[in-house]
């Protein structure tokens, strides 16, 4: 089928490719002219505005939106508003906050439009391997994109499904984003006790491998960590410096508001957080207070 | 070749027939009558005593041992001494603590024997999809195994291999365990998130079986929670009660001796713990201390 | 001074009672019938209605609002606001969010009125030991109500102040009550520890009393503590059920949106929440996980 | 009474002091020439040898040991043994592990002497305003001592009791120190998010000298904390590096072996590891997977 594809950064570019090798006619946009060139390359239809991609489109129409979460989208949103109709669909594929999805479905749809939300996972592997997604809306649209969706997934008929209503899709794929906070933790943490016993002599990058055959912890974090050690057994040049997205957080303010207790996501963001912390006031405090009721030496800056 | 084995459990039975059927004699020892009645029937040679068991391999030996940690092992060892001669191999595939094995080894081989410790990771699905092994000891002594590591592995050239000195195999495992409660319970809290956000009506069995194909979190574990969730979607009648099995406590105790942070492996294990307290006093206090302070109302029990 | 005080529960009516005694004119409402009248029995002003109270109090008027945060907050200044003239200070004394305060201040003033954030500790203690005050607002306006600060703390010069704009009294409030969780979960925990302990027989009430004098622990919370321990050594018929009034949440949610990590603060929160689940998923699913990778045996409910 | 008081540093020599001004005859060693010349220019007996220590004391004697834990404290018993006759005491007010203390206990009573193991709180404030004394032993034992226990107490009878039988003080102290090290990290936290609200211009050290008077979390450490802060309000020159001296690890190994979650006080010593890390593995592994499967950054060192 058709489909427009706003924003052709690492994740867009890579699925208008294969929705493309897939036989979907694909007309993108993106500000960076280069990434649009390389489209038209590939054999699909690059645009040079907003306009011209709703041109060269048939209502009705879907235009899947694949830009950074909060004002990015509703400007977009706002921007082709004015040029779509109704029974349009647009499609949120990037990593927004689902309670600003269940807002838009609902903006949208009293204008007559239609919107669907889709959390999108695969990284820089989704080309080749395929992207799960969970995606949130009304039953009889996402039923509209089934082909978008049977080509975008693994397969056909694995990783991907609607999980429920609007905002269903954004608040999976939030979550997942948290587990998989939790479990890189697990894994890093793992490795540094090894790094640290010494006498063992043991081989992160050898050990790695060994577990990605038959162990419990098999898993696709894994082949990629144990391909990661083999180029760089000893991770040089890398700053232990680790960045957060914004779903690891929502996360953990979710889990307050629902009154579930989740300890192991919320540490890994905490943890995430102190990896940034520089000259830390909390353990100067401590060393302080150490000192100030038992007169115990405090190291000097 | 051929190789003792004691124990014939849930791993070691599974073990022996992997190793049956890659060709290997297998001789096998169970206190329980009918695992060692079972070995024979598949075609094995089940006996009747730690003394046939020996009597039925020919020197060089090797005997692996595959029973609970701690005193079965040395027991086991007490044993076979008398019976067995300079140069036979003693295994240790259990969940062994890699400071027993260490003192193990060197007690062994002042006395003319050979120890190698192994830890096996691959649960009840080893005999199928092969085991996963980790292995410390002297390397002459793992390479004469070499013929039974390449047949309980997944393939013979992946899955396995010597991770260092006498006790790198049973530390490597521990730590191994540790990354599979930290996996296990940040996919726990996801699931229990999604339970409690009733609002979206989300269905974990499907959601688990979306992530299992594209997705950033997809693992074995996953697929095995995937299948358990299809069976029984709301876990009915199962107990929110968490054992833990020795090793998750040894990776916490060592990445404290060694002075690493492992916050989630350790927040992991105690979370187990709690999942087995009831009437808790810490609970109980923190609502005295409210009501000590602040004259906040306390629960009844 | 004259002051008027909505909101006669725990804290309001203990306030309204040590101004009283502090020599001020006190006017104070309450829709709870009984409150009003105790008040006018200790010898202030009980009044019956906001009307009431508003014109038994002379221009430039101060209101000390005591009610619960949020919509109480708002209504009561709505139902103000006609009644008071320009010039006129609101106090919010309550638990409120400091965002929220900050919002309330900026519209007060726009209309000519003054606001003051005031976050209050000490508990139903407060009557005879004095409040601790942090105060947000400006400076001229903080000045005009010192006679009312002096008369609440435990001393006039000691246990309130200014600590900054509007928005940083219940700002620092709200951390105050961040590090409260912190506290009590420590000292929790140690008592559970001691209980666990069977074998030394210790005794928690005799060990909180002995720390009460030259210990590093000693502290407020630990004299409350040992009182109540006295009174119920075993804490009888008290369920492990802990409550949290919203501030230990702000404060989890402020220290990740100012990328501070505050690993000990959060982890008391969750454990709060742990403490008032029931048919815990988590741990369910733990269980499934571990049956259906290793075959180990799952408790039954 | 007379006692004999090995090892004269911070703590010792204090102790020492506090009980010649409360009429006790002190004998004191240490191999710190200075140290014992200090107690005598006291008014106290200072000794060059273990041997002159046991002379200048009548029997039956009692002899503090306030050396470091382990080893130190093994070799002075030894040391002392010979000297020593039936029916003498050991006192060790150290921080030794209450394993040790329940093992020296039970082979020193072997041999005929006594032996109490203390915990001794109050740091460098001990001399002017007493120690906490937690006691183990038996009870005959702590009786005969009650002359020292009473003058090293804040008061004759406050602060101090036996808690329980041999390594019931130790254990306890341990657990102070756990509960020590929970309250320090949640008070560090609280002024590291003021640190990080810039916009609200707060003022560590006024907050903690409000909280001082009425506040739910006065106490000791904040009274320390508040006139360090006084004196160094941006904590200059001093570095973000804690240590930990033993007891909060012990405590974290025994509330495991105990099968108590204690999340805060293990958190707090985490924490405490955490902040001598540096080029942190975990760190850089998270970065590393971050990149493998999202493509994502990686600062560079």
């Given at each position: 089928m058709e489909i427009g594809l706003i924003g052709l950064g690492k994740m867009g570019g890579n699925m208008a490719e294969r929705l493309r090798q897939g036989g979907h006619k694909v007309v993108g946009f993106d500000f960076n002219k280069e990434a649009t060139a390389k489209l038209?390359?590939?054999?699909?239809?690059?645009?040079?505005?907003v306009e011209d991609l709703v041109k060269n489109l048939q209502a009705p129409r879907a235009v899947w939106i694949m830009v950074p979460d909060g004002k990015p989208v509703d400007d977009t949103i706002a921007k082709l508003k004015p040029l779509m109709q109704k029974g349009d669909i647009f499609i949120?594929?990037?990593?927004?906050?689902?309670?600003?999805?269940?807002?838009?479905?609902?903006?949208?749809?009293?204008?007559?439009?239609?919107?669907?939300?889709?959390?999108?996972?695969?990284?820089?592997?989704?080309?080749?391997?395929?992207?799960?997604?969970?995606?949130?809306?009304?039953?009889?649209?996402?039923?509209?994109?089934?082909?978008?969706?049977?080509?975008?997934?693994?397969?056909p008929d694995k990783g991907w499904g609607r999980t429920g209503p609007s905002g269903a899709g954004h608040f999976v794929k939030m979550v997942h984003n948290g587990i998989e906070y939790g479990m890189m933790q697990a894994f890093a943490e793992g490795f540094a006790i090894f790094e640290a016993?010494?006498?063992?002599?043991?081989?992160?990058?050898?050990?790695?491998?060994?577990?990605?055959?038959?162990?419990?912890?098999?898993?696709w974090l894994l082949d990629l960590t144990a391909e990661a050690l083999k180029a760089n057994p000893e991770l040089k040049g890398i700053a232990p410096f680790v960045p957060d997205s914004g779903e690891g957080r929502w996360t953990v303010f979710e889990a307050i508001d629902l009154n579930v207790s989740?300890?192991?996501?919320?540490?890994?963001?905490?943890?995430?957080?102190?990896?940034?912390?520089?000259d830390n006031l909390t353990d100067k405090m401590l060393s302080v207070m150490r000192n100030a009721f038992g007169g115990h030496a405090m190291k000097k800056e």
């Open positions: 038209t390359a590939a054999g699909s239809v690059g645009v040079d505005s949120d594929g990037g990593n927004s906050n689902y309670k600003e999805s269940i807002r838009r479905h609902g903006e949208l749809k009293a204008e007559g439009f239609e919107f669907v939300d889709v959390g999108t996972s695969g990284g820089v592997w989704g080309l080749k391997e395929g992207y799960s997604m969970m995606i949130g809306g009304d039953e009889d649209v996402v039923e509209k994109l089934r082909p978008i969706f049977e080509t975008l997934a693994p397969a016993k010494k006498e063992l002599q043991l081989d992160n990058a050898q050990i790695a491998e060994i577990w990605q055959y038959g162990s419990v912890v098999r898993s989740a300890p192991v996501i919320t540490e890994s963001l905490i943890r995430r957080i102190r990896s940034r912390e520089t």
